[in-house]
């Protein structure tokens, strides 16, 4: 009798975890229809997004030269002159100023919050460094006018500038990259460290060493994600960058960025001018297409380095 009865038991026991199995079975083919269906519908809203804006500004390029229009100086639509040339390397100008500061500022902040900070400092700052990044960015131009603008004028000019950007892009991006650059140093296996530390490196050899070449991925990845928020950045830039249409030599100097351009402008426009501005929309989707995967080329140079 004990034995028929643990002979049922068995039964209901295999009974229970095939149909266990069963049910995780259909729910990873559920998650992964999901993710599939998502990932699609994101990809055509992207694509759809390009489309549209390529077919409002197509009819620009049949009055105007494309190589008139990315290679020339003067801004005047009312007079058909369409040369974007100044917004171009002005925003190229403030997104590599702003990653510049923001760069080494941000992996020494993560470096320190993962590696050197004591665990009640971390408790502490982590949440500060995260709450940062939900922060408007018109908040951040506001600071930039107030604060930022008429600090630089006491140094020359009327302190709308190209430096006064880079720094509120700098205060915008730092977040991202602290946040990301952080969990990559963290993320590195402990038997690492501890083996490097047993070798009889210093604690400080070991970050420069191994921690920040094992690291480069994710820290590289920061900045890409910083790079893309600098370069699409709208409302602060209109605020603290002055949106003179010249190209800018100085860090002092004011300038106007694509986004800017196109946010100054869209309300008034019309006609050839409207398909200017959603040209210059199209220049601005290739130009962070091809800074992304100039980013990504020097991130798997980066990835067969470590591995030699």
């Given at each position: 009798?004990?034995?028929?009865?643990?002979?049922?038991?068995?039964?209901?026991?295999?009974?229970?975890?095939?149909?266990?199995?069963?049910?995780?079975?259909?729910?990873?083919?559920?998650?992964?229809?999901?993710?599939?269906?998502?990932?699609?519908?994101?990809?055509?809203?992207?694509?759809?997004?390009?489309?549209?804006?390529?077919?409002?500004?197509?009819?620009?390029?049949?009055?105007?030269?494309?190589?008139?229009?990315?290679?020339?100086?003067?801004?005047?639509?009312?007079?058909?002159?369409?040369?974007?040339?100044?917004?171009?390397?002005?925003?190229?100008?403030?997104?590599?100023?702003?990653?510049?500061?923001?760069?080494?500022?941000?992996?020494?902040?993560?470096?320190?919050?993962?590696?050197?900070?004591?665990?009640?400092?971390?408790?502490?700052?982590?949440?500060?460094?995260?709450?940062?990044?939900?922060?408007?960015?018109?908040?951040?131009?506001?600071?930039?006018?107030?604060?930022?603008?008429?600090?630089?004028?006491?140094?020359?000019g009327s302190g709308y500038s190209v430096i006064a950007a880079a720094i509120v892009l700098m205060a915008m991006?730092?977040?991202?990259?602290?946040?990301?650059?952080?969990?990559?140093?963290?993320?590195?296996?402990?038997?690492?460290?501890?083996?490097?530390?047993?070798?009889?490196?210093?604690?400080?050899?070991?970050?420069?060493?191994?921690?920040?070449?094992?690291?480069?991925?994710?820290?590289?990845?920061?900045?890409?994600?910083?790079?893309?928020?600098?370069?699409?950045?709208?409302?602060?830039?209109?605020?603290?960058?002055?949106?003179?249409?010249?190209?800018?030599?100085?860090?002092?100097?004011?300038?106007?960025?694509?986004?800017?351009?196109?946010?100054?402008?869209?309300?008034?426009?019309?006609?050839?001018?409207?398909?200017?501005?959603?040209?210059?929309?199209?220049?601005?989707?290739?130009?962070?297409?091809?800074?992304?995967?100039?980013?990504?080329?020097?991130?798997?140079?980066?990835?067969?380095?470590?591995?030699?």
């Amino acid at each position: 009798m004990v034995k028929e009865l643990g002979y049922e038991n068995e039964i209901h026991h295999r009974m229970d975890e095939k149909s266990r199995s069963r049910t995780r079975f259909l729910l990873d083919r559920l998650a992964r229809y999901i993710v599939f269906i998502d990932g699609t519908v994101s990809f055509i809203v992207l694509m759809a997004i390009a489309i549209f804006t390529t077919q409002e500004g197509l009819p620009l390029f049949s009055k105007v030269n494309v190589f008139d229009f990315l290679l020339g100086t003067e801004w005047r639509p009312t007079q058909g002159q369409f040369g974007i040339l100044p917004m171009i390397v002005g925003s190229i100008y403030v997104t590599l100023l702003s990653l510049l500061i923001a760069v080494p500022l941000g992996v020494a902040c993560a470096i320190f919050l993962a590696e050197v900070a004591p665990p009640k400092v971390r408790r502490y700052f982590r949440p500060m460094v995260q709450l940062l990044v939900g922060i408007p960015s018109v908040v951040y131009g506001l600071v930039g006018m107030v604060i930022i603008v008429p600090f630089i004028r006491q140094f020359g000019g009327s302190g709308y500038s190209v430096i006064a950007a880079a720094i509120v892009l700098m205060a915008m991006i730092l977040p991202t990259i602290i946040s990301i650059s952080e969990d990559s140093i963290r993320a590195v296996p402990d038997a690492y460290k501890q083996g490097a530390l047993a070798l009889g490196t210093t604690h400080w050899q070991t970050i420069w060493h191994l921690l920040i070449p094992v690291a480069r991925a994710g820290i590289i990845s920061s900045v890409i994600r910083g790079m893309g928020r600098a370069i699409g950045e709208t409302m602060a830039m209109i605020m603290v960058i002055g949106n003179s249409v010249i190209i800018p030599i100085s860090p002092m100097d004011s300038a106007r960025t694509l986004t800017g351009n196109i946010a100054v402008e869209i309300q008034y426009a019309s006609g050839l001018h409207q398909n200017a501005l959603f040209a210059t929309g199209v220049v601005l989707f290739v130009l962070i297409i091809v800074l992304n995967s100039l980013a990504v080329l020097v991130l798997r140079r980066g990835e067969v380095v470590i591995e030699r």
